[in-house]
C-alpha cells in the first residue's frame, strides 16, 4: 500500500529565504508525482507535474524534484514570499487504480 | 486551462435534507472524483467515475452516492444529511488514468450541517 509522507509538518520562514520541502513515498512504481497548493478554506491548485522519465520540472520560482529509486520528491521554493504561504501537499496516483495518494502536507507561513 | 467548477462554496443544511453537490469540467476529461478533506485526516476518497453511468466506490462511500449522467458533470450526493457529514468536499477530474497531465480540482464546497 503507497504512503506518502511529508516532511517538515510546518515551516516558518523569514521572506526572501530559500527552502526545500521533501516528500516521500514508499512504492516506487509510480507514473509521476504531483505537487498542489492550498490556500485556506479554498480548493487545490495543481504547481508542478513530474512523470516518472523526467528528474525534474521547473515554474517560475518552483522546482521540482524526483527520484524514484530512493522514493523521494523536493520542491525548491527560490526566494520566498509572504504570498507563498499556504499549505503545499504532494500526490502520486496509485497504479491501477485511479486515486490520487495525498502526502500528509507542509505548511509554510513567509513572514515579511 | 482545465477548469473544474463546484457549484457551491458554502452550504448550510439541515440534519435529515437531501444534499446535491454538483461539479462540472470542460476539458472533456474521463475521469471525475469526490473527495471529502478533515483536519487530522487528510484528503479521502469518496467515489470516482472512469465514464459516463460509471462509478467505483472509494475509501469512504457509505452515506453517499453520486451520479453521472453526462460527461462534464458528476454529482455529489449525501442521501440523508448527518453532522459527521460537515466538511470540505473537493471535486477533480483527470484524462484517463491521470497519468500524463494529471488531476485538477475544483475550489471546494464548504458543508456545513446542522
Known amino acids: 500500500k503507497q504512503e506518502v509522507t511529508q516532511i517538515p509538518a510546518a515551516l516558518s520562514v523569514p521572506e526572501g529565504e530559500n527552502l526545500v520541502l521533501n516528500c516521500s513515498f514508499t512504492?516506487?512504481?509510480?507514473?509521476?508525482l504531483q505537487w498542489f497548493r492550498q490556500d485556506p478554506g479554498k480548493g487545490l491548485t495543481s504547481l508542478l507535474l513530474?512523470?516518472?522519465?523526467?528528474r525534474e520540472q521547473t515554474s517560475g520560482r518552483l522546482n521540482a524534484s524526483l527520484d524514484k529509486s530512493s522514493g523521494r520528491s523536493t520542491l525548491y521554493i527560490a526566494a520566498s514570499q509572504p504570498g507563498d504561504s499556504a499549505t503545499y501537499l504532494c500526490?502520486?496516483?496509485?497504479?491501477?487504480?485511479?486515486?490520487?495518494?495525498f502526502g500528509t502536507g507542509t505548511r509554510l507561513l513567509v513572514s515579511p | 486551462d482545465v477548469k473544474v467548477t463546484q457549484s457551491s462554496r458554502y452550504l448550510v443544511k439541515r440534519t435529515g435534507e437531501k444534499v446535491f453537490l454538483e461539479c462540472v469540467q470542460d476539458?472533456?476529461?474521463?475521469?471525475m472524483f469526490w473527495y471529502r478533506q478533515d483536519p487530522g485526516l487528510g484528503l479521502r476518497l469518496i467515489y470516482f467515475?472512469?465514464?459516463?453511468?460509471?462509478?467505483e466506490k472509494g475509501d469512504i462511500p457509505e452515506g453517499y452516492s453520486v451520479s453521472r449522467e453526462k460527461k462534464e458533470r458528476f454529482s455529489l450526493i449525501l442521501e440523508s444529511a448527518s453532522t459527521n457529514q460537515t466538511s470540505m468536499y473537493l471535486c477533480?477530474?483527470?484524462?484517463?488514468?491521470?497519468?500524463?497531465?494529471?488531476?485538477?480540482f475544483g475550489s471546494g464546497t464548504r458543508l456545513t450541517v446542522v
Open positions: 477533480a477530474s483527470s484524462d484517463a488514468g491521470g497519468a500524463w497531465y494529471g488531476y485538477t
Open positions: 467515475s472512469y465514464d459516463v453511468k460509471m462509478k
Open positions: 512504492d516506487s512504481a509510480i507514473y509521476n
Open positions: 500526490a502520486v496516483p496509485v497504479v491501477g487504480f485511479q486515486k490520487l495518494v
Open positions: 513530474i512523470q516518472s522519465s523526467q
Open positions: 476539458m472533456d476529461h474521463e475521469n
